[in-house]
Nanobody, 116 residues
């Protein structure tokens, strides 16, 4: 299993970024997937999850209405569109196979810094 995130960077408050996760080594379309994040000094937390077919999606309360998770099973890719970013959104964002507490494989993460 290999999960590779990209798309992180420095963005001003109120700005947008799109993260991408490229998956390999397993049948991507058979698994739910998730995005997590870990801010400095804090525990890793679930940001969003999506079912294997994309029909069931959930978000953490503080990103609802601002973030959008999606996937392309034909390309083995998952995305996280992040709008109206806040400074507290600064974190390393991780792609994970599985949903929430059932996640069993992780990428190395991509750093998102929200700062002016």
């Amino acid at each position: 299993v290999d999960l590779v995130e990209s798309g992180g960077g420095l963005v001003q408050p109120g700005g947008s970024l799109t993260l991408t996760c490229v998956a390999s080594g397993f049948i991507f379309s058979s698994y739910a997937m998730s995005w997590f994040r870990q801010a400095p000094g804090r525990e890793r937390e679930l940001v969003a999850g999506i079912s294997h077919g994309g029909g069931v999606i959930n978000y953490a309360d503080d990103v609802k209405g601002r973030f959008t998770i999606s996937r392309d099973n034909g390309k083995n890719m998952m995305y996280l569109q992040m709008n109206s970013l806040k400074p507290e959104g600064t974190a390393v964002y991780y792609c994970a196979r599985g949903r929430g507490a059932a996640a069993d494989a992780w990428g190395r993460g991509t750093l998102v810094t929200v700062s002016s």
